[in-house]
């Protein structure tokens, strides 16, 4: 089993930055790619940003957070980040951090969310 434990999230002004952490333990070897995923109140879950793990680390961004966000990860920590800049009310949601294995019969794995607020 793989835990992901995020942290991180808060209180913003529009305009304003925050950096989400997500750290992944347990049985992480295997894991092959990392990300994020929101959900405001009323919406459906949707992707924000994904990095693979392998080395090449390719990146992958919701179009409504390019520019804006920075998805990296630090594999001797098993950590990925999210810097979010340029913060808009309609950031406003429940962050997730999400796993998925190179064998697609295990997991994928879900942490427990963190709420990030931008105020305008």
């Known amino acids: 089993q793989v835990q992901l434990v995020e942290s991180g999230g808060g209180l913003v002004q529009a305009g304003g930055s925050l950096r989400l952490s997500c750290e992944a333990t347990g049985r992480t070897l295997g894991l092959n790619a990392m990300g994020w995923y929101r959900q405001a109140p009323g919406n459906e879950r949707e992707l924000v940003a994904t990095?693979?793990?392998?080395?090449?680390?390719?990146?992958n961004y919701a179009d409504s957070v390019k520019g804006r966000f920075t998805i990296s990860r630090d594999n001797a920590k098993n950590t990925v980040y999210l810097q979010m800049n340029s913060l808009k009310p309609e950031d406003t949601a429940v962050y997730y951090c999400?796993?998925?294995?190179?064998?697609?019969?295990?997991?994928?794995?879900w942490g427990q969310g963190t709420q990030v607020t931008v105020s305008s």
């Open positions: 999400h796993a998925v294995h190179l064998n697609k019969y295990i997991g994928p794995y």
């Open positions: 990095i693979t793990i392998s080395s090449g680390g390719s990146t």
